[in-house]
C-alpha cells in the first residue's frame, strides 16, 4: 500500500513563528489530507488537497502530486496551533480506499 | 460535513471484559471506518465497516477481537472483546462522503484497561 513520511517529527516554535510540514508519499493519490489532532484528542480536518494550493487563514498548503510531496505551511504561530498534525493519504490502487497516515508531526508552540 | 458522534468519550475498563463503542452520523454515508490510536502513535485502521456486508478488517485484527456492527447507514458499533492493557487506546469512527471522498473523524472513545 502507499507509504506517507512527515518531517519533522518535532517543531518547537515560539509564539508569531512561521513553519513548514512536509509531507511524502509513495505513490499517486486520489487523496490528501492534512489534520490537527488537539490535546484532547480531537481530529479537526485542514485540507483536503490532493494537488493544487489553498489557503485558510493563517495556514496553507501545497500538494505537487508529480513529485508526490505535500506541504503544510502555519504563518505566525499560535499557542493554540500545539498539536499533532497529521498527513493521510489514500489511492484507488493496491491500498483500495485505505486511508494511511503518516506518524505526524507535534508540534509545540511556546509564548 | 455530516456531525459525527461517539459514545462513551471515555471509559476505564477491567482486564478481561468487554467494551461496545457507538458511533452515530447524522446523514446517511456509505463508507464507515474503525481507527485505533496507541499512545503516542499514529492512527491505525482497524476495519471498514459497510452497509448490508461484512466488516472488512486489516491485517492484525480480528473479528473475535474486534467485532464490527453496522445495521444501517448512519450507525455502526465496535467492541473490544477480552481487553487487556494493551488495548488502551483511542478508538475514533470516521467516515468518508461527499463528491471529494473526504473523511471525517468522530472525538474518539478514550479507553484504558487496568
Known amino acids: 500500500g502507499i507509504q506517507v513520511e512527515q518531517s519533522p517529527p518535532d517543531l518547537i516554535l515560539q509564539e508569531g513563528a512561521n513553519s513548514t510540514l512536509r509531507c511524502n508519499f509513495s505513490?499517486?493519490?486520489?487523496?490528501l489530507q492534512w489534520f490537527h489532532q488537539n490535546p484532547w484528542g480531537q481530529l479537526i480536518n485542514l485540507f483536503y488537497?490532493?494537488?493544487g494550493t489553498k489557503q485558510n487563514g493563517r495556514l496553507s498548503a501545497t500538494t505537487v502530486a508529480t513529485e508526490r510531496y505535500s506541504l503544510l505551511y502555519i504563518s505566525s504561530s499560535q499557542t493554540t496551533d500545539s498539536g499533532v498534525y497529521f498527513c493521510?493519504?489514500?489511492?484507488?490502487?493496491?491500498?483500495?480506499?485505505?486511508?494511511?497516515f503518516g506518524k505526524g508531526t507535534l508540534l509545540t508552540v511556546n509564548p | 460535513s455530516a456531525v459525527i458522534s461517539q459514545k462513551p468519550s471515555r471509559d476505564i475498563c477491567q482486564r478481561g471484559t468487554s467494551l461496545t463503542i457507538q458511533c452515530q452520523v447524522d446523514s446517511q454515508v456509505t463508507m464507515m471506518f474503525w481507527y485505533r490510536q496507541q499512545p503516542g502513535q499514529s492512527l491505525t485502521l482497524i476495519a471498514t465497516a459497510n452497509q448490508g456486508s461484512e466488516a472488512t478488517y486489516e491485517s492484525g485484527f480480528v473479528i473475535d477481537k474486534f467485532p464490527i456492527s453496522r445495521p444501517n447507514l448512519t450507525f455502526s458499533t465496535l467492541t473490544v472483546s477480552n481487553m487487556s492493557p494493551e488495548d488502551s487506546s483511542i478508538y475514533l469512527c470516521s467516515y468518508r462522503g461527499g463528491r471529494a471522498y473526504e473523511q471525517y473523524f468522530g472525538p474518539g472513545t478514550r479507553l484504558t484497561v487496568t
Open positions: 505513490d499517486s493519490v486520489n487523496n
Open positions: 488537497i490532493p494537488s
Open positions: 493521510a493519504a489514500w489511492n484507488s490502487g493496491g491500498s483500495n480506499y485505505k486511508l494511511t
